[in-house]
T-cell receptor, first 115, second 111 residues
Framework: QKEVEQNSGPLSVPEGAIASLNCTYS??????FFWYRQYSGKSPELIMS????GDKEDGRFTAQLNKASQYVSLLIRDSQPSDSATYLCAVVRNAGGTSYGKLTFGQGTILTVHP | SQTIHQWPATLVQPVGSPLSLECTVEGTSNPNLYWYRQAAGRGLQLLFY??????ISSEVPQNLSASRPQDRQFILSSKKLLLSDSGFYLC??????????FGAGSRLTVL
């Protein structure tokens, strides 16, 4: 079992729709969760971070975390063609309070938003 | 504000040749620094991280090495490249909160 699993897609949604991206992780003690967006040929950029169960909203983006189910998701409302990219889920296990940014990434979900 | 620079952006190297990728961070002190690799069709893999000058931790055994000669400088090296070293190399920094900021990346093709 992979440590962080994502459906590779591609996920295709029409412009204006809600895109739903999902991620599951295997390490129960994971404490920090991130969504990165990566355009083709570019480096990843952080979209959202979430640390507590529940929802966290930032503009058109909502991250949802359920630690009991080991599940984190990203919703993109009013999807735009410019949202077309690969979305990477990342998880980190904070060991003893030290944080070394040792993120474990999923393989990413390719999202295509068509006009 | 903090910025991260990484170079070269692209390079094509023959098998057996040496490698040096460099990364510098501006606008912060004592950052945590990381080298990740993204191979074609695969996810991002952490190669090295550093919490201070001269302190390097390796995550996976490989043909590469890293050094941190200055507080905000991180270098990835190899003495002899292998075909399997091809990939997209990303330098990143953080300040304790696990939030990584990536550089623009260096795309390496080994022929």
């Amino acid at each position: 079992q992979k440590e962080v699993e994502q459906n590779s897609g591609p996920l295709s949604v029409p412009e204006g729709a809600i895109a739903s991206l999902n991620c599951t992780y295997s390490d129960r003690v994971s404490q920090s969760f991130f969504w990165y967006r990566q355009y083709s040929g570019k480096s990843p950029e952080l979209i959202m971070s979430i640390y507590s169960n529940g929802d966290k909203e930032d503009g058109r983006f909502t991250a949802q975390l359920n630690k009991a189910s080991q599940y984190v998701s990203l919703l993109i409302r009013d999807s735009q063609p410019s949202d077309s990219a690969t979305y990477l889920c990342a998880v980190v296990r904070n060991a003893g309070g030290t944080s070394y940014g040792k993120l474990t990434f999923g393989q990413g979900t390719i999202l295509t938003v068509h006009p | 504000s903090q910025t991260i620079h990484q170079w070269p952006a692209t390079l094509v190297q023959p098998v057996g040749s040496p490698l040096s990728l460099e990364c510098t961070v501006e606008g912060t002190s004592n950052p945590n620094l990381y080298w990740y690799r993204q191979a074609a069709g695969r996810g991002l893999q952490l190669l090295f991280y550093s919490v201070g000058i001269g302190q390097i931790s390796s995550e996976v055994p490989q043909n590469l090495s890293a050094s941190r000669p200055q507080d905000r400088q991180f270098i990835l090296s190899s003495k002899k490249l292998l075909l399997s070293d091809s990939g997209f190399y990303l330098c990143a920094w953080s300040r304790g909160a696990n939030v990584l900021t990536f550089g623009a990346g260096s795309r390496l093709t080994v022929l």
